[in-house]
């Protein structure tokens, strides 16, 4: 059972635009909403995260975009530059553990 | 400040074979959690330890087995290696167990079975 679908598989921009990845997710406990980029070879690191008690949260070209009634929530990269391209990751854990539980992956591609 | 470290970074066994991977957390982070990312997946959740003290297992067949040394240190075993076990093992450390504090993941280890 998938209970964090990430949407779309694959995503090309040119640079300076908007990326857009959505996630939806099932269930109601969780509270806890990070995003993940991953490069080729590496380990996912953390880009920003949010808490179900805000709807936005911006850290630099960065933006979380939070609906709770939709059960949906989606990352903005403004100003998309070719060092952005990557695989990225959204991801959700319930109350009181570190379990996460994540998406399938965006492979965003960023071109000049 | 050192990241989460895992070793060894790449890794060949053969079917049948046992392998065991470390991983040491960003100092004063007393949680790690070991998840399995198959290429092309997200990944997957393993187990967590904190305090030494196994708080979750995923779904994953009892050949998986992992834990946690006094200096918060983790060990992640796999016993009777299959082809399908081939991934990278991720290891993710946070400062307080049980409340979904943010996770910071090594560099992986890549494990392939031949």
């Known amino acids: 059972q998938q209970q964090v679908k990430q949407s779309p598989q694959s995503l090309i921009v040119q640079k300076g635009g908007i990326s857009i990845i959505n996630c939806a997710y099932e269930n109601t406990a969780f509270d806890y909403f990070p995003w993940y980029q991953q490069f080729p070879g590496k380990g996912p690191a953390l880009l920003i995260a949010i808490r179900p008690d805000v709807s936005e949260k911006k850290e630099g070209r960065f933006t979380i975009s939070f609906n709770k009634s939709a059960k949906q929530f989606s990352l903005h990269i403004m100003d998309s530059q070719p060092g952005d391209s990557a695989t990225y990751f959204c991801a959700a854990s319930k109350v009181n553990t570190d379990k996460l539980i994540f998406g399938t992956g965006t492979r965003l591609q960023v071109f000049p | 400040d050192a990241g989460v470290t895992q070793s060894p970074t790449h890794l060949i066994k053969t079917r049948g074979q046992q392998v065991t991977l470390r991983c040491s957390p960003i100092s004063g982070h007393k949680s790690v959690s070991w998840y399995q990312q198959v290429l092309g997946q997200g990944p997957q959740f393993i187990f967590q330890?904190?305090?030494?003290?196994?708080?979750g297992r995923g779904n994953f067949p009892d050949r998986f087995s992992a834990r946690q040394f006094p200096n918060y240190s983790s060990e992640l075993n796999v016993n009777a290696l299959l082809l399908g076990d081939s991934a990278l093992y991720l290891c993710?450390?946070?400062?307080?167990?049980?409340?979904?504090?943010?996770?910071?993941f090594g560099q992986g280890t890549r494990l392939t079975v031949v």
């Open positions: 993710a450390s946070s400062f307080a167990g049980q409340l979904n504090t943010e996770a910071f």
């Open positions: 330890y904190y305090e030494k003290e196994e708080r």
